[in-house]
């Protein structure tokens, strides 16, 4: 007899996740201040890794784009490729995201800022 498949449920702990949206810095005026931004902190989550495709590494070339990270956040989260993201002391823009239904999570690809 075959032995019933165990349900393994992904596990969201390796390290924590900031986003944040940046504008640009305005003066008392009103206006716009070159070069300088503010970040507001939009939202963080646990995340746990994922490993970079070769079709990911395709399409992202086709933009000049190198992804450095993907992972994976659990559920459907309000993201936005303009936000920046925080892991730690580095940082990332946000490249792609995607909401995978089968699984419950939206998968994001980061490209890190030097």
């Given at each position: 007899m075959l032995k019933k498949k165990?349900?393994?449920?992904?596990?969201?702990?390796?390290?924590k996740?900031?986003?944040?949206s940046v504008s640009p810095k305005k003066d008392k005026f009103g206006t716009i201040i070159r070069g300088e931004y503010q970040e507001e902190k939009v939202s963080s989550h646990w995340f746990r890794h994922l490993g970079i495709t070769a079709s990911d590494t395709y399409?992202?070339?086709?933009?000049?784009?190198?992804?450095?990270?993907?992972?994976?956040?659990?559920?459907?989260?309000?993201?936005?490729?303009?936000?920046?993201?925080?892991?730690?002391d580095k940082i990332y823009e946000v490249y792609r995201y995607f909401y995978a239904y089968k699984n419950n999570e939206t998968e994001i690809s980061l490209k890190?800022?030097?």
């Open positions: 165990d349900i393994i449920q992904p596990v969201y702990n390796a390290g996740i900031t986003f944040y399409y992202a070339h086709a933009d000049d784009v190198d992804i450095s990270r993907k992972l994976a956040v659990r559920g459907k989260t309000n993201i936005s490729t303009k936000y920046i993201a925080k892991i730690g890190e800022v030097d």
